[in-house]
């Protein structure tokens, strides 16, 4: 059973370009959660969907950032314009409920120059 | 809103040492989960706590959940190298609203000195 799937694992953009995030869940999963690291930092909740439906995206910035989980294919973090204050680790996560423990991916590391 | 405290920040050890990462919350939680991030990796689900008071082992590993579910512990016995990496516990909220339920601390880095 193939684990939380991330791709790209390294992204570069200059800033003022688009990086879309992509992400997997493992099989049976239907939570999806993002979450961003700064270096020697904790993670921080962006956003949590449910297939088709945006959950609670009260971690995410109201400008530039969206997020989707289509019903069909992976789920999308997208930053549009990007500028060097983005540049981090962006993890996704996800579980078969709620309450349970959440299985992160392998996070996308996105360097802005 | 729910806030997360763990300490220490950074715990250097000597090999062989004992270690205890604690974790408060402000509020009761449902429960209590516990991650370990390697360093350049991803965070790994390691345990969750769901019983007032309840402890669980797993190998050289021990975790506690207070009585009053406020507050947990991580404690590693005679620490290996393979042991280094940041540890982080999450509290999970009385769900409601819709929310993400699961508030993260911001870690102990774990520092092994051979």
């Known amino acids: 059973n193939a684990g939380v799937m991330q791709n790209p694992r390294h992204l570069v953009r200059r800033r003022g370009q688009e990086a879309r995030l992509r992400c997997s869940p493992m099989k049976g999963h239907s939570h999806v959660y993002w979450y961003r690291q700064l270096p020697e930092e904790g993670l921080k909740f962006m956003v949590y969907?449910?297939?088709?439906?945006?959950?609670?995206e009260s971690g995410m910035p109201k400008e530039r950032f969206s997020a989707e989980f289509p019903k069909e294919g992976p789920s999308i973090l997208r930053i549009q314009q990007v500028v060097r204050g983005d540049s981090a680790a962006y993890f996704c996560?996800?579980?078969?409920?709620?309450?349970?423990?959440?299985?992160f991916g392998p996070g996308t590391r996105l360097t802005v120059t | 809103g729910q806030q997360v405290m763990q300490i220490p920040q950074y715990q250097h050890v000597q090999e062989g040492e004992d270690f205890t990462t604690y974790c408060n919350s402000s509020t009761t939680l449902s429960n209590i989960q516990w991650y370990k991030q390697r360093p350049g990796g991803h965070p790994v689900f390691l345990i969750q706590l769901v019983k007032s008071g309840e402890v669980k082992k797993q190998k050289r590993l021990t975790f506690q959940f207070g009585e009053a579910k406020k507050n947990s512990s991580l404690h590693i016995t005679a620490t290996q190298t393979t042991d280094v990496g940041t540890y982080f516990c999450a509290g999970g909220r009385y769900s409601g609203g819709g929310a993400d339920g699961l508030t993260f601390g911001k870690g102990t880095h774990l520092i092994i000195q051979p």
């Open positions: 969907l449910q297939k088709e439906n945006i959950i609670d």
């Open positions: 996560a996800s579980s078969p409920n709620l309450d349970g423990g959440r299985n």
